[in-house]
């Protein structure tokens, strides 16, 4: 392949990944004129159209989806050459690509990619914490922070680094005033603080003697933001229902109680999620290898 065609194919990928010439050329450090004139020579020498241009943003035609897949592959499988050479030298290198949820990966992720980044200086990261689903495959991520049972996909592999196990809790103040539930029925003559997702609140599921009891429906008070929850449960609002990786700390200090806590549902798992590659990337198995090593004598927030 001939070098400046290859550097086109990169101009490509990083702007349909970025959404934009400008920020591929950013990302590429190039200029944004030069990242244009990149893909229209992929476009001459293909005979076809690869993006639609608008001044908002860019989009994939038929056939820019086409070649898209492949040449984000070529590139991939390049850096990983150059990737499993750096291991044959002890340092992993280029940049990995790495999506989590959003209050997890900010309380939990973060610490292990500033370990992870200081041990290995020339290797950069891309994260994204987001709630949003994540194709990886799809939007080019190497590796995924999933909770919950994951979608089967034969092209992933899973690895369960933790649990995520939901409580209800509530400040000492709240409790003395309003009294402290002892069945999930109880709720009902409770002040519920609630989490939004989209337009709906998050059922609280609990396990009794009969089965599965849902407390379903808005709170009194009802946030999108499960940092927001917590501060307002710290404040004395009222009962949240929210995972230990956000109230853990909170209930060791006893700024929060757990309420119902023999009710607790199950717990769900939490997940890596990487591509299933015969040759890990070395900047993948590197990030594993330290996340699981922080976390193999407990995780962090119920310890």
């Not at 609280?204 to 089965?211: K, L, S």
Request: hydrophobic share 40%; charged share 25%.
């Amino acid at each position: 392949m001939e070098p400046n065609r290859l550097g086109d194919i990169a101009a490509f990928v990083a702007a349909v990944r970025t959404g934009s010439f400008t920020a591929a050329a950013t990302a590429l450090n190039l200029t944004r004129s030069a990242v244009g004139k990149s893909v229209v020579r992929l476009e001459t020498r293909l005979g076809a159209r690869l993006l639609n241009r608008t001044t908002r943003k860019l989009s994939l035609t038929d056939e820019g989806r086409v070649v898209y897949e492949r040449w984000r592959q070529i590139l991939e499988d390049l850096d990983e050459v150059e990737a499993t050479m750096a291991a044959r030298r002890g340092q992993p290198t280029g940049t990995l690509r790495l999506t989590a949820p959003l209050s997890f990966g900010q309380r939990h992720i973060l610490p292990v990619l500033d370990t992870y980044m200081t041990q290995w200086p020339a290797l950069r990261a891309d994260v994204k914490f987001t709630d949003r689903f994540i194709d990886l495959i799809e939007e080019g991520f190497d590796i995924a922070v999933r909770i919950g049972a994951p979608r089967e996909d034969a092209q992933l592999l899973t690895r369960t680094v933790g649990w995520q196990q939901f409580v209800t809790c509530a400040s000492p103040d709240y409790l003395a005033r309003k009294g402290v539930p002892q069945t999930p029925q109880d709720l009902t003559g409770h002040d519920i603080i609630a989490f939004l997702s989209g337009e709906h609140p998050n059922a609280w599921r609990y396990q009794t003697p009969d089965g599965i009891f849902l407390r379903e429906g808005p709170g009194r008070l009802n946030i999108d933001s499960s940092e927001a929850l917590r501060e307002a449960a710290l404040a004395g609002f009222g009962l949240i229902h929210l995972p230990t990786y956000i109230t853990g700390n909170d209930l060791r200090a006893g700024a929060l109680v757990e309420v119902l806590k023999p009710f607790r549902a199950s717990p769900d798992p939490i997940q890596l999620l990487y591509p299933s590659k015969r040759h890990l990337s070395p900047r993948i198995r590197a990030f594993i290898d330290l996340l699981v090593e922080r976390w193999q004598d407990g995780v962090p927030w119920e310890t």
